[in-house]
């Protein structure tokens, strides 16, 4: 049983799909601490919160410049696929096919050793099926052993009500509503998913929730 520090599970919404934590925690021990520093490290503000752009805005870039350093960059793959095709007959007979771009440019924003993370904060919900597409095709590839995806809690709704924007953070935007119930119908295929919320206690100028 792998126990996530309390000070990331005070921070954060927590789900663990295919005991992603298990093996991040036993066998990607190294990375997966470099991700739990760089979460207990995560602060944003309201004026973060407040700014234009989406996922060009500067959270996703607070983000870069805590796992960049430590080696996390992105990663994408590209494979055609060669089947064998034997017929057994008066002759045994064997051909093979070549399946061009079976794997089509997936791509991961933050990868290291076989580990993936990506940050979703503000993109169009549809965005989470091309992530967990990504995450599979590099599970299915032997790339990866699990991946970490860092969305908003729906905690957070009360933080842009209060501030008069909860129209630029729709229901129809990356949060972590929208991303539940496709890892819970599987859309991640085998790929073990440890998935984090960003909650109001990460926001340093907002009041923080008691312990």
């Known amino acids: 049983m792998i126990t996530i520090p309390e000070d990331i599970s005070q921070k954060y ?3 663990n799909f295919r005991h992603a934590a298990e093996i991040l925690g036993t066998s990607c021990e190294s990375d997966f ?8 490290e995560f602060k944003i503000t309201t004026a973060d919160i407040m700014a234009s752009g989406g996922n060009e805005s500067n959270i996703p870039k607070i983000v870069s410049q805590l796992m960049r350093p430590s080696g996390w960059f992105e990663a ?15 002759h045994v007979d064997t051909r093979e096919i070549t399946i061009e771009s079976f794997m ?18 503000n993109s169009k919900d ?6 967990l597409y990504a995450f599979r095709a590099f599970y299915d590839a032997g ?10 809690s729906e905690s957070l709704n009360a933080v842009f009500k209060s501030l008069g924007i909860m129209k630029k953070y729709g ?19 085998g790929c073990p998913v440890l998935v984090f919320g ?12 008691e312990s």
């Open 13 to 15: 919404e927590i789900h």
């Open 171 to 189: 229901a129809s935007t990356t949060w972590m509503g929208k991303l539940l119930y496709r890892l819970r119908a599987g859309r991640n295929g």
């Open 104 to 121: 089509d440019g997936h791509k991961v924003d933050y990868v290291k050793n076989e580990v993936a993370f990506d940050l979703e904060w």
């Open 76 to 90: 994408r793959i590209h494979g055609d696929l060669l089947v064998t095709v034997t017929t057994h007959g008066e």
């Open 143 to 152: 790339v990866i052993s699990a991946a970490v995806l860092l969305t908003r």
């Open 198 to 209: 960003i909650t109001p206690n990460v926001i340093e100028d907002w009041p923080h929730e």
């Open 126 to 131: 549809q965005t989470f099926d091309r992530d």
């Open 33 to 40: 601490a470099e991700i739990l520093n760089a979460l207990h």
